[in-house]
């Protein structure tokens, strides 16, 4: 059974920075497309960043593109979302996801699906 753990939120200043994990459990995720995503309070669940299996191809949504950079280990079998310059219009849970089909080719795509694991998510509040 796969695990997507997320962790990493908290409660920050407008201006100040927090780093998101996601740690997945039950299969290599090394060969698979994953991705962020977020829901604000009373919003629905939007695209935040995606990237490829490697690393080296990223994509991210206008309202977070130079302020969040998306990057994996997968020696870790882990993602990480690096958000700086924090907002209010940034608090959201954020969720974790994963493409479960292995070398599906990357594309910058916002959307939710194709995206099989998810995680349950942590609470970013930023303050004004």
């Known amino acids: 059974q796969v695990q997507l753990v997320e962790s990493g939120g908290g409660l920050v200043q407008a201006g100040g920075s927090l780093r998101l994990s996601c740690a997945a459990s039950g299969r290599p995720l090394s060969r698979n497309i994953m991705a962020w995503f977020r829901q604000g309070p009373g919003k629905e669940r939007v695209f935040v960043a995606n990237i490829n299996w490697s690393g080296e191809r990223t994509f991210y949504a206008d309202s977070v593109k130079g302020r969040f950079t998306i990057s994996r280990d997968n020696g870790k079998n882990t993602v990480y979302l690096q958000m700086n310059s924090l907002k209010f219009e940034d608090t959201a849970v954020y969720y974790c996801?994963?493409?479960?089909?292995?070398?599906?080719?990357?594309?910058?795509?916002?959307?939710?699906?194709?995206?099989?694991?998810w995680g349950q998510g942590t609470q970013v509040t930023v303050s004004a």
């Open positions: 996801a994963a493409d479960k089909t292995d070398w599906r080719p990357w594309a910058p795509r916002s959307g939710p699906d194709g995206y099989d694991y």
